[in-house]
Every structure is written in C-alpha cells, then in structure tokens.
C-alpha cells in the first residue's frame, strides 16, 4: 500500500490538528451590564465551536482594567471564564 502513494499505513491514525483563532478583546469591564448576555455570549463561542466539530479551535482573552472583574460576574459567565488569571 505505501507503494501507490500513500505514505502510511492504513491501520495508522491520523490526528488532525485544528487551527487556533485568538480572539483578544481589550476594556472587557466596558462590556458588564446588568443581564451580561454579551460577555456570556463572547465566552460562550468557544464552546459551541468545539461541540459543532469546527476545524478551527476559538480561544478568547479579556483584558480588563479592574482586578476584581471575575468576583463581579454571574456565577453562570464565571463558569465560562476559566480559572486561569493573569495579573500585571
């Protein structure tokens, strides 16, 4: 088999790499409001990309300019969020 073209073996799988999008939003506390659907909704896409087997892989990133942001958020965005921070 590997003669007519095919460089490997059939029996041998394949991992497909998705392609990342970084999506950086800057001033994200400007974006609070009082139902947070859009901040819900912009962390959300992720997510519904990777359960829609899309070939590209969305990663956001919020820059804010309050350190308290994630502690002001509903408890259902906090879980969008992740738990990883940076501060600087």
């Not at 950086?24 to 519904?48: C, G, H, M």
């Not at 956001?60 to 992740?82: F, K, W």
Request: glycine residues 6%; charged residues 25%.
């Amino acid at each position: 088999e590997m003669y007519f073209g095919e460089s490997e073996p059939k029996h041998e799988k394949k991992t497909k790499r998705r392609k990342a999008v970084v999506l950086v939003v800057d001033e994200i506390d400007y974006l609070v409001t009082k139902k947070q659907t859009v901040l819900y909704n912009l962390f959300d896409w992720p997510s519904r990309g990777y359960q829609g087997n899309s070939n590209a892989q969305l990663i956001v990133v919020g820059i804010s300019n309050t350190m308290h942001l994630p502690q002001t958020l509903h408890v259902r965005l906090q879980s969008r969020i992740g738990k990883d921070h940076c501060f600087f």
